[in-house]
Nanobody, 118 residues
């Protein structure tokens, strides 16, 4: 059974930090690109960060570049999103996604809520 399970969300004050985790099971995690998306209330889902299957390449949305860091541990089958200098506009449900272009398979987690507020 394919599963992606996010954790690490919560309430944090502006300027604070959180680390999200995404635990994968049921598929060959190391063969998939991993993405983090977020969806704020009333807004469309947006791509936040991407990491290649080997972890050798990353890309970020301009709104989070320099503040967020995406990483992965293929041995542990887990991806991470380190979020620093959080702002109220980072408030959203964050989703983990695994995608493999070779076969078009696309897996999603159920999301974890991040709230940035004083």
């Amino acid at each position: 059974q394919v599963r992606l399970v996010e954790s690490g969300g919560g309430l944090v004050q502006p300027g604070g930090s959180l680390r999200l985790s995404c635990a994968a099971s049921g598929f060959t995690f190391s063969s998939y690109v991993m993405n983090w998306y977020r969806q704020a209330p009333g807004k469309e889902r947006e791509l936040v960060a991407t990491i290649t299957s080997t972890g050798g390449g990353t890309n970020y949305a301009s709104s989070v570049k320099g503040r967020f860091t995406i990483s992965r541990d293929n041995i542990k089958k887990t991806g991470y999103l380190q979020m620093n200098s959080l702002k109220p506009e980072d408030t959203a449900v964050y989703y983990c996604n695994a995608f493999r272009a070779l076969n078009g398979l696309d897996y999603w987690g159920t999301g974890t809520l991040v709230t940035v507020s004083s």
